[in-house]
């Protein structure tokens, strides 16, 4: 069976499951579905079996730990996989942690894993041995599929992988990155996060956007269905702008808020002074009330709460 994987920079996937893994043992998963003899006899459950003893787990069972019992583990999603496990004579097998205890939860944000986890699923079993033939078998896809989705970070640098690691993608994005250079898909990848949008048709405008000279072959022609060669350098044009205003942002946002935090703090302060309320109640209300509106903000970013 698969190992735990270490991960250096183990953080909270905002999905809904944390980016690690753990090895637990089967006794510690309590179950909240009961697998019936006639779901074992589905062809599904046999085909799930003849998965798991052929190359093991693919895609780890989802776990969420029991607040009443220590060393508990309510499993979410995956209870077919455990029962195939039992069923084979495996006693533990590695899940992934998720950071809601409700299954309804999970299972209507997160069915599957994401294409790179996916992809260090199946590089994971071919290391192990197991010919990609076998898994492709194993789990009735074509063996094209699983040879694509092994090679699908050939010649996608480590950073935009890294940022993309945990992201619910379309898979064919990655055919697009392949077409930047390195620093290109970095700052690719960082606009699909900040943005949160992991599209197929949103990466293709960011390649129409990106200037030749940060593409592998800038000799050869971008070809964009519905944009022409003039519609392809004006958005790189604007992209270059865009980004050039996004970084001039960012490196004024942390001092800008600081500042915005000291005033609403003093206009707080002053509203709390009942002769300058009176005085601007009388001579001045208008600025009363967007004063009032300034000291009730909760958060200085969203729309609803900047004064009219």
């Known amino acids: 069976m698969l190992k735990p994987v270490k991960n250096e920079n183990t953080k909270a996937i905002p999905i809904a499951f944390d980016n690690?893994?753990?090895?637990?043992?089967?006794?510690?998963l309590a179950r909240i579905k009961v697998i019936n003899d006639t779901t074992k006899a589905s062809k599904k459950y046999k085909q799930i079996l003849t998965s798991i003893r052929a190359v093991g787990i693919i895609e780890p069972p989802v776990v969420s730990p029991d607040p009443q019992a220590k060393g508990r583990y309510?499993?979410?999603?995956?209870?077919?996989?455990?029962?195939?496990?039992?069923?084979i004579g495996e006693t533990e097998t590695i899940c992934l942690i998720a950071k809601?205890?409700?299954?309804?939860?999970?299972?209507?944000?997160v069915s599957r894993?994401?294409?790179?986890?996916?992809?260090?699923?199946?590089?994971?079993?071919?290391?192990?041995?197991?010919?990609?033939k076998k898994?492709?078998?194993?789990?009735?896809v074509d063996?094209?599929?699983?040879?694509?989705?092994?090679?699908?970070?050939d010649g996608v640098c480590s950073e935009a992988a890294d940022i993309l690691?945990?992201?619910?993608?379309?898979?064919?994005?990655?055919?697009?990155?392949?077409?930047?250079?390195?620093?290109?898909?970095?700052?690719?990848?960082?606009?699909?996060?900040?943005?949160?949008?992991?599209?197929?048709?949103?990466?293709?405008?960011?390649?129409?956007?990106?200037?030749?000279?940060?593409?592998?072959n800038p000799k050869r022609p971008k070809k964009i269905k519905g944009l022409t060669e003039e519609q392809m350098e004006r958005m790189e044009n604007e992209?270059?702008?865009?980004?050039?205003?996004?970084?001039?942002?960012?490196?004024?946002?942390?001092?800008?808020?600081?500042?915005?935090?000291?005033?609403?703090?003093?206009?707080?302060?002053?509203?709390?002074n009942t002769k300058v309320v009176k005085y601007l109640a009388q001579g001045h209300p208008e600025v009363l009330s967007q004063f009032q509106k300034i000291s009730e903000m909760t958060t200085l970013g969203s729309a609803d709460a900047r004064p009219s």
């Open 239 to 272: 992209m270059a702008t865009l980004q050039r205003d996004y970084r001039l942002i960012e490196e004024s946002y942390s001092g800008d808020v600081l500042l915005l935090t000291l005033a609403r703090g003093y206009v707080s302060g002053l509203l709390e």
């Open 74 to 87: 309510i499993l979410l999603d995956g209870h077919l996989r455990v029962e195939a496990l039992k069923d």
């Open 143 to 153: 063996m094209n599929s699983i040879i694509r989705k092994r090679d699908l970070l």
């Open 100 to 109: 809601d205890d409700e299954s309804f939860t999970y299972n209507k944000h």
């Open 113 to 132: 894993l994401s294409p790179i986890q996916e992809h260090k699923m199946i590089v994971n079993a071919v290391k192990r041995g197991v010919p990609e």
């Open 165 to 216: 690691k945990d992201k619910m993608t379309a898979a064919r994005i990655f055919d697009v990155l392949k077409q930047m250079l390195p620093v290109r898909q970095i700052e690719a990848a960082s606009l699909m996060t900040d943005s949160e949008i992991y599209t197929f048709a949103y990466a293709k405008a960011l390649l129409a956007a990106t200037p030749k000279s940060q593409l592998v």
């Open 20 to 28: 690690q893994t753990l090895t637990l043992k089967l006794d510690q």
């Open 135 to 140: 898994i492709a078998e194993a789990l009735d």
